[in-house]
């Protein structure tokens, strides 16, 4: 599955793999990291994966990856 939000003015594309993976391209950065969930900040849209195991792959510039159990993936916008 691949989602992207052009409405949000730069916001990251994200793409699942099953519920094993997910990476996200675009500029973002970690706001919450553990084994159970991790928020990820990418300009005014705030990703939250929630799961078990969760760790962190790829991480650079433009491309964060994280990989574990993922139960939920959840979405927030600034001033929600």
Same mark, same amino acid.
């Given at each position: *599955? @691949? ?5 949000l003015? $730069?916001?990251?594309?994200? /793409?699942? +793999? ?7 391209? $675009? ?7 553990? @084994?159970?969930? *991790? ?13 078990? /195991? ?5 991480? +650079?510039?433009?491309?964060?990856s994280?990989? $574990? ?9 600034? $001033?929600?």
């Amino acid at each position: *599955m @691949r989602a992207s939000f052009p409405e949000l003015g $730069g916001a990251p594309c994200i /793409e699942l +793999d099953g519920n094993r993976s997910i990476v996200i391209t $675009g500029r973002c950065v970690i706001a919450l990291y553990s @084994r159970e969930e *991790m928020r990820i900040r990418c300009g005014r849209l705030l990703v939250q994966i929630t799961g078990s /195991e969760l760790e962190l792959g790829t991480l +650079d510039e433009q491309e964060l990856s994280i990989t $574990g159990l993922i139960a939920q993936v959840g979405f927030l916008t600034e $001033g929600a």
